[in-house]
Structures are given as C-alpha cells and as structure tokens.
C-alpha cells in the first residue's frame, strides 16, 4: 500500500486551468500507471496497476467513472482515495483528462 500511496501529495490549492488535468496526471498518477498511462511492469505484477491505455479500458472510460475512481479509491483498496488528498477541481480536471481521446494520443 505504501507505494501506491507515495504520490499522494497533492496541493489544496484550486483551480481547474488548461492543462490542469495533464499536471495532476503527472504529478500524481503516473508515479503507479506509467507517464503515459502505461504502468511499469512491476507495478502490474505487485499491484495489479490498470494499463489506462488498454482497449477494454477505454471502451468504458467516461469522465464520470475515472472521477469515482480517483475520490474514492480502488474496492481493493490499492490504489488510494484522492477526495481530501486533492481538491474537486484537479479530480475533475485528472478525471476528463484521462477520459479523454487526447491521453492516448501519439506526442
């Protein structure tokens, strides 16, 4: 749990601003699922991190769905809460983010 919980240091700070969402990614979530969403191998086999550029998960990826996710955390608990960690517009800006056609497109 340690490890998933080690980029959990999010600011209070507020406002949702273009590319906001790219920054939270990356200064949160990409210490676990990979800084393109493809997470290393040992994060896969120790955690059972979610490729977020896997085909099955891109089919049901809503802004809506990734945002429970990241308030409330994985049902197995390894990958944390982030409501509190973080304030509701970085939620929303991580979760249209990654939902988004754009967080899997070619640089």
């Not at 601003?17 to 969403?37: I, M, N, R, T, W």
């Not at 970085?90 to 249209?96: D, G, K, L, N, P």
Request: aromatic letters at 4%; proline letters at 8%; a neutral charge.
């Amino acid at each position: 749990m340690a490890v998933a919980v080690a980029g959990c240091g999010g600011s209070r700070s507020g406002g949702a601003e273009a590319g906001a969402g790219q920054s939270v990614f990356q200064k949160l979530c990409a210490v676990c699922h990979g800084p393109d969403g493809r997470p290393p191998a040992a994060m896969v086999a120790r955690l059972g991190v979610r490729d977020l550029t896997a085909p099955e998960f891109r089919a049901r990826a809503t802004p809506a769905l990734v945002e429970q996710q990241v308030r409330t955390g994985s049902t197995n608990k390894l990958m944390p809460a982030f409501a509190g960690a973080i304030d509701d517009a970085e939620i929303t800006a991580v979760a249209a983010y990654v939902a988004s056609p754009q967080f899997v497109a070619p640089p």
